[in-house]
């Protein structure tokens, strides 16, 4: 059982960055693919960005190419993800998860889940 903890969110400006970090424990975090999903309110979860285990592929949603990064740390159990340039339609709570079923944008693959942690970007 892998337990996953969202942490770095809050409030900034637009135009601004932010670094969310997901500590894991429980498991075998290098076995695990990765994957960083969004919620905002009234809204179905929406993918974010995945990464390998061995953090040498990883895959945007269109919306935040060029502006986030996906990255690991398999020494250190954590997943980042770095948020620049934000907008305020990228508000919402954010999720980490963990997969053992390869790199995928389907939140339905993955396995298990954090607890999220709320950004708001204000304009």
């Known amino acids: 059982q892998v337990q996953l903890v969202e942490s770095g969110g809050g409030l900034v400006q637009a135009g601004g960055s932010l670094r969310l970090s997901c500590a894991a424990s429980g498991g075998t975090f290098s076995s695990y693919d990765m994957g960083w999903f969004r919620q905002a309110p009234g809204k179905e979860h929406q993918f974010v960005a995945t990464?390998?285990?061995?953090?040498?592929?990883?895959y945007y949603a269109e919306s935040v190419k060029g502006r986030f990064t996906i990255s690991r740390d398999n020494a250190k159990n954590t997943v980042y993800l770095q948020m620049n340039s934000l907008k305020p339609e990228d508000t919402a709570v954010y999720y980490c998860a963990a997969t053992a079923r390869g790199t995928t944008i389907v939140p339905g693959w993955y396995d298990y889940w954090g607890q999220g942690t709320q950004v708001t970007v204000s304009s």
């Open positions: 990464i390998n285990r061995s953090g040498g592929y990883t």
